[in-house]
């Protein structure tokens, strides 16, 4: 007698939508179960490393991995498509191509850009949330970098992760060009420190590496509009520029949901410590979309690492449910162990337990992060370094073991590289 397939249904290739996808294919039975994964774009993104893409340190086919790779030999049917809506009541999603049903539905579809209604924001200024973006910046500055002898102002509104990573970039791009004289990038940012929500160590020792690259930060700035070419602040200052791009703020992926489920002001929808929505216990998010308080009443922040720990999460909770009928026990709890930023193509500053790093191993713990990341796709979670998304003592103590032992073959490859070009 054959029995209907449970269909799971991911909405979202990115950091979230892929890692659960292939960790669910290494948990659940093929026989009774359907994973189905649905994206715009037939590859993943490496989000965290964009601003490269805009800085010409990195080109855009070196970010995109074809889903296709990540799945290959998983159970996961990928649907390259645009959604259109979500109808919960009948457990349907609506795409270009037609219709579909689920059984469970997991929605990661990530964030957008939020201009805060300033008048102009969205017409004059250029984002930077995918890869496409990064490259239409980098088209600009590379003709920007060609005009000698012409004055230019670069401008970010913005000085979280992502504008401090793309301005540290860009400036270093333009140093090494030999109209650097004439070219300055400038972060305008509406607090008054950079990195919002970072260590106050991390913030001073990055603030210092941005001003050594010559860039100008304006904190307290608030922008009242823009129009093309100007930026006019709202303490009377107007500043002139050849190229604005926006990366003051992010909000929720507009999804069209009928009926309608609950969503904060930024359009993140708003999930319980399980992940799941408050209307439909059978309607999950997790990713930038997901709006879920941590154990302290705080809102967890739209971080990659934060999104790959809910994906694991939400794996082992989804297959307990299918192959036990067991209820999740344990609700979702995490603790941000290191937070990294780039500060140029090769240049790294963060925390780590409470203790600020740089250089080499700063370099080497966000290696060691991007490499752990890659195996967990390719094994559906399986691999030993997946413990470095696990909160027990153990799993840290293997990730630590394993990130001692990256080290030491790193610092082994360090000295054989420098061995070699003494030899030369």
Not at 77 to 82: A, E, K, S, V
Not at 140 to 163: D, F, P, Y
Not at 171 to 178: D, G, L, Y
Not at 333 to 358: F, M, R, T
Request: charged share 25%; with cysteine; hydrophobic share 35%.
């Amino acid at each position: 007698m054959s029995t209907t397939k449970k269909r799971i249904v991911i909405l979202g290739a990115g950091y979230a939508g892929i890692f659960l996808s292939t960790n669910l294919s290494s948990k659940l039975d093929k026989d009774s179960n359907e994973i189905i994964l649905i994206d715009r774009n037939n590859y993943h993104q490496l989000m965290q490393e964009i601003h490269l893409v805009a800085s010409g340190f990195r080109t855009a086919e070196q970010l995109k991995i074809p889903i296709s790779s990540l799945i290959q030999g998983k159970n996961v049917h990928f649907i390259q498509d645009d959604i259109k809506r979500i109808v919960p009541d009948k457990n349907l999603i609506s795409l270009n191509s037609g219709d579909i049903k689920y059984d469970e539905l997991v929605v990661c579809l990530g964030s957008s850009t939020k201009y805060f209604n300033i008048p102009g924001a969205d017409k004059y200024t250029l984002p930077i949330r995918s890869i496409y973006d990064a490259s239409i910046i980098h088209d600009h500055i590379s003709k920007i970098i060609s005009e000698e002898n012409i004055k230019h102002n670069i401008v970010i509104v913005g000085a979280g992760a992502t504008g401090v990573s793309l301005g540290s970039a860009l400036a270093e791009t333009i140093n090494a060009s030999p109209n650097k004289s004439n070219i300055k990038v400038n972060i305008i940012e509406a607090t008054s420190t950079i990195l919002p929500g970072w260590d106050i160590r991390v913030k001073n020792r990055t603030e210092e590496i941005l001003k050594d690259k010559g860039i100008r930060i304006f904190h307290n700035s608030l922008v009242e509009r823009v129009e093309e070419h100007t930026l006019f602040l709202k303490d009377g200052l107007e500043i002139n520029s050849s190229l604005i791009i926006w990366t003051a703020g992010v909000r929720g992926y507009n999804i069209d949901i009928e009926p309608t489920i609950d969503k904060t002001n930024d359009g993140r929808i708003i999930v319980n410590e399980y992940c799941q929505t408050n209307q439909y216990k059978n309607i999950y998010s997790i990713g930038d979309l997901a709006a879920m308080k941590n154990s302290k009443g705080i809102l967890y922040p739209p971080l990659a690492q934060i999104a790959v720990r809910q994906a694991r999460y939400l794996a082992d909770n989804i297959a307990e449910y299918y192959i036990e009928g067991n209820n999740p026990k344990e609700k979702f709890d995490y603790e941000i162990k290191a937070q990294i930023i780039s500060v140029g193509s090769d240049e790294y500053v963060g925390l780590l337990n409470n203790y600020v790093v740089s250089g080499d191993l700063a370099k080497m713990i966000d290696e060691f992060t991007k490499q752990t990341y890659m195996k967990s796709l390719k094994t559906g979670g399986k691999n030993i370094s997946v413990n470095l998304y696990e909160n027990d003592f153990f799993s840290q103590v293997m990730a630590g073991i394993t990130f001692a032992g990256f080290t030491f073959f790193k610092g082994l490859e360090k000295l054989h590289n420098s061995l070699r070009k003494e030899e030369k």
